[in-house]
């Protein structure tokens, strides 16, 4: 149904999500095993995507780290500087 259906967004009570259109849509193309390769294409994605995400995130986490240690580094040079006056 939903691969015939093109416009079909819910069946009965619950949505109708992209990833279950592309398996249905494989499946009718090439059977179950179409449809087992494009669950598997679907987790790679997935996966790559969660990887990037958490890739982002530590360089995000690391700029913050470098750019606090210069701004301390800075502190401490200003702290110096006043000591030295006196």
Do not use: M, T, Y
Not at 11 to 28: A, G, H, I, Y
Not at 29 to 35: F, K, L, M, S, W
């Amino acid at each position: 149904v939903v691969a015939k259906c093109k416009n079909l967004r819910h069946l009965d009570d619950r949505p109708v999500f992209d990833d279950e259109r592309r398996c249905c849509d494989q499946w009718l193309c090439g059977g179950i095993e179409a449809e087992r390769a494009e669950r598997q294409k679907i987790r790679n994605e997935s996966a790559a995507k969660r990887q990037a995400n958490h890739e982002a995130f530590a360089k995000l986490v690391n700029d913050g780290n470098r750019n606090a240690n210069n701004c301390a580094d800075e502190s401490d040079a200003d702290i110096d500087d006043d000591d030295s006056k006196r």
